[in-house]
């Protein structure tokens, strides 16, 4: 058995179809096949059930695949260590990213490039729970993404920043005056929200009970193409602040959660009194930056200079500074 029959096995069963899965390993697809055949034969059974169309995994193939994935990764993990001890820093590096630290991440990824001209980078853009599906199959030495509010058991998450969940509106919308906003001046405007399962979405939910008192236009899985509505229109979308980073049209006003009367339902939910006096005790509105790895991992150095690089930047450090 060897390790290139493996990675084409794997490739296979992770594209489950014989000519995409050659294009992906730049070989020809008798030639994948003819691997496949030999590592079936040394092993002894059937790995896929193949027709005109696609293949799917025997039972066999699908109670093999975790071993071979994790065979790949020791290997390539071996590698990677033998470099960073020869300090050639030579290899690829991969980053899983959200869609609101685009704005943070170029600056770091033009320095470690300068930096580290040998060193692939490639940055896969997805939701968190995407991500941390790739991390956990080592598919991504690292995620940037904001701190899940139920925490994963086998990752560690390291906090870089602190940023606020912020109402993001045009220069010329009438909020881009204000310093903060409550909740409940939201209900005055359209709304463009991140759909659900995106981690500003999830802390905006978590700050309100009844959804039904705001105005929701649409509903946006892509970062970029909300800030090009709002910029646009007079919506309002609801963002981490640095999901504007660097930009100059556009106006970030903190959502200010102790400034709002709750509803009944609100205050049922969180236990509050109706006295006006009594105050608020709501989640707020604060969102941890974080760098997320696999526990008991191998930490690559490329890895860990990226994240030096990216601690020392302006774009970093700007919101740092907010709570140091």
Excluded at 246 to 265: G, Y
Aim: glycine letters at 2%; hydrophobic letters at 40%.
């Amino acid at each position: 058995m060897e390790l290139r029959q493996l990675r084409y096995f794997a490739k296979t069963a992770e594209t489950r179809n014989f000519s995409h899965a050659a294009v992906c390993l730049n070989i020809a697809q008798s030639s994948l096949s003819q691997q496949i055949r030999q590592l079936e034969e040394e092993l002894g059974t059937q790995l896929f059930i193949r027709d005109s169309h696609s293949v799917q995994l025997t039972e066999a193939g699908e109670a093999i695949l975790p071993f071979a994935l994790r065979t790949i990764y020791d290997a390539e993990a071996c590698a990677d260590r033998i470099r960073d001890l020869r300090k050639m820093l030579t290899g690829t590096l991969n980053i899983g990213v959200t869609h609101s630290f685009s704005p943070i991440l170029t600056e770091s990824v033009i320095s470690f490039m300068r930096m580290y001209p040998k060193i692939k980078v490639n940055i896969v853009y997805k939701q968190l729970n995407e991500l941390m599906e790739l991390l956990s199959n080592h598919e991504l030495d690292f995620v940037l993404a904001f701190k899940p509010i139920q925490p994963l058991p086998n990752v560690e998450s390291h906090i870089l920043f602190q940023d606020s969940l912020s109402a993001i509106v045009g220069k010329n919308h009438p909020l881009a005056s204000k310093e903060s906003v409550s909740i409940s001046e939201l209900e005055k405007y359209d709304l463009a929200l991140p759909s659900k399962g995106m981690q500003a979405r999830n802390a905006f939910d978590s700050m309100v009970s009844d959804h039904n008192m705001f105005k929701v236009r649409i509903e946006l899985n892509d970062v970029n193409t909300l800030l090009k509505l709002v910029r646009q229109t007079n919506l309002v979308t609801v963002l981490a602040e640095n999901s504007i980073y660097d930009v100059c049209d556009m106006k970030a006003v903190r959502i200010n959660t102790n400034a709002f009367s709750p509803s009944q339902s609100e205050q049922a939910r969180f236990g509050l009194l109706a006295n006006k006096n009594v105050p608020i005790n709501v989640p707020n509105n604060q969102m941890s930056g974080c760098v997320h790895i696999l526990k008991e991992t191998y930490r690559k150095h490329s890895m860990q200079e990226f994240i030096r690089i990216l601690t020392e930047s302006l774009a970093v450090r700007r919101f740092q500074n907010n709570w140091i």
